[in-house]
């Protein structure tokens, strides 16, 4: 794996109740469980760099990418069927992005390197699906429906054998993007 030149800036606050009211809870890195710090969290802040937010203890469940901004009632905006349980930073990446998909598990099937963004793997690559992967730089997300729509999954360097593993059972993969310092 090479250098990935990473920035570890970033910061989230989380808030008890919608509208940023209630007790408050800031956060500089990942937190796998917020039990301890609020009893739950539907509103946030991020003041700086990027974050994945999930819907379950220890980064599982639903994911939720929150770049700089305010989300004032996180469970409308996004979707959430439960408050925020755990968050994890994204480290800033400078450098280039490289991504090797395949189309069944343990790295079977066809295969294809990416370097840039891919809105449709069915279109580019005539895959049907993506269900393991290996991530050799840069950080990247993956989306369940084609044009970056649907359920995602935050994907740092890493192999990826089998998405079953991260709590993903019967996901499918159809677009992926890079995480670019522009978040």
Do not use: A
């Not at 009211?21 to 700086?48: A, F, P």
């Not at 090797?100 to 598990?105: M, R, S, V, W």
């Not at 269900?131 to 044009?147: A, F, T």
């Amino acid at each position: 794996m090479s250098n990935t030149g990473m920035n570890m800036r970033g910061k989230i606050t989380f808030y008890e109740e919608k509208n940023f009211q209630g007790r408050s809870y800031e956060c500089m890195n990942d937190c796998s469980d917020m039990s301890s710090s609020l009893s739950r969290s539907q509103s946030c802040r991020v003041e700086s760099g990027c974050f994945m937010v999930y819907d379950r203890n220890n980064y599982m469940g639903n994911q939720y990418f929150m770049r700089r901004g305010e989300y004032s009632d996180c469970m409308s905006m996004m979707g959430m069927r439960d408050c925020i349980k755990s968050c994890r930073m994204i480290p800033m990446h400078r450098g280039q992005y490289r991504m090797k998909i395949y189309e069944n598990e343990n790295f079977g099937g066809q295969s294809h390197e990416m370097m840039e963004d891919c809105d449709n793997i069915m279109d580019h690559y005539r895959m049907n699906e993506c269900q393991s992967c290996n991530v050799m730089d840069g950080h990247w997300l993956m989306y369940e429906q084609p044009q970056f729509r649907g359920k995602m999954m935050y994907m740092r360097p890493g192999e990826y054998r089998n998405f079953r593993d991260m709590g993903m059972s019967g996901q499918r993969f159809m677009s992926m993007r890079r995480i670019t310092d522009s978040c």
